[in-house]
């Protein structure tokens, strides 16, 4: 099956070197095209033993510290945005950084207000204040051109921050990218439900993901969510875009990367698909599809430069 509804080719395709299976949909030249042009490549995996990073601080006045791991290294420089309740120190965050040592280039993580080693109350936090954390980082951490990558809630925010910060981001790549996510789950509830947990103030998402099983979401949290929606309109993002997603995804579902595709006005967009991989592509295939896209974009950006 190859889905429809996006301008540009789309099949399947096998990338039997690394024993990737996707539905891949290109609007211009793309990754196949780039890792054709590389069929000696080994597949990499981050070494067992990893060279430590020492953990800063980020004091902002009337705002929580935030805890970032950085980098320091060539450019572009990559940021790692994580996903809801997610930190630094999770499995791709981790494989990211190992890759750009390998390549020697800069790269910064970090834990969102109230999450991890930050400060804050998670129960006070917004997307938007997370969306003022992601701009606090680019605008006070990161040095020169970015290539954000985003997980999930993370792939929402790096498209605020690359709307934002025009200047500085050069290069989205989206992971299981959860635009307008909860929102969007929201208003699929039937109306009794929505009214429910209004009265409620609290909405029990069951999730496989949570160590209690559910994550308890404040209904002030959804609607402040919905002042930071972008699906309904054009997004003003011009970068080059990669949106990886499984079709096993029972967390946000694929069609929602085909949406962003559709809806930023940049021309230079990928969808990549997974046959088998779930919401976290935090499998040894997954990561190296995340790092070698990285790499693409890299090596997309060096030779525009030139």
Known sequence: MVPVG??????????????????????????????????????????????????????????????????????????????????????KALAIEEFCKSLGHAYIRFDYSGVGNSDGNVKECTVGKWRKDVLSIIDNIAEGPQILVGSSLGGWLMLHAAVARPEKVMALVGVSTAADGIVTKFHQLPLEVQKEIEIKGVW??????????????????????????????????????????????????????????????????????????????KEKADIQLIVYTIDDLIDKLSTAAD
């Open 6 to 91: 996006l301008s540009g080719a789309a099949a399947w395709v096998p990338w039997r070197s690394w024993g990737w299976t996707a539905a891949y949909f290109r609007s211009q030249r793309g990754l196949c095209a780039a890792l054709a042009r590389k069929p000696q490549r080994a597949p990499w995996w981050p070494p067992a033993c990893r060279q430590k990073t020492s953990l800063s601080f980020l004091n902002r006045p009337e705002l929580p510290s935030l805890a970032y791991k950085k980098l320091k290294g060539k450019s572009p420089g990559i940021i790692f945005i994580p996903g809801y309740l997610s930190d630094m120190n999770g499995t």
């Open 204 to 281: 029990s998402v069951p999730s496989k993901y949570s160590e209690e099983g559910y994550y308890n979401i404040e209904y002030s949290f959804i609607k402040e969510a919905e002042h930071h929606c972008l699906l309904h309109s054009p997004i003003p993002v011009t970068c080059p875009v990669r949106l990886l997603h499984g079709l096993k995804d029972d967390v946000v579902s694929w069609h929602t990367s085909l949406q962003v595709a559709d809806r930023v006005i940049s021309k230079d967009v990928d969808v990549i698909l997974r046959k088998d991989s779930e919401h976290r592509m």
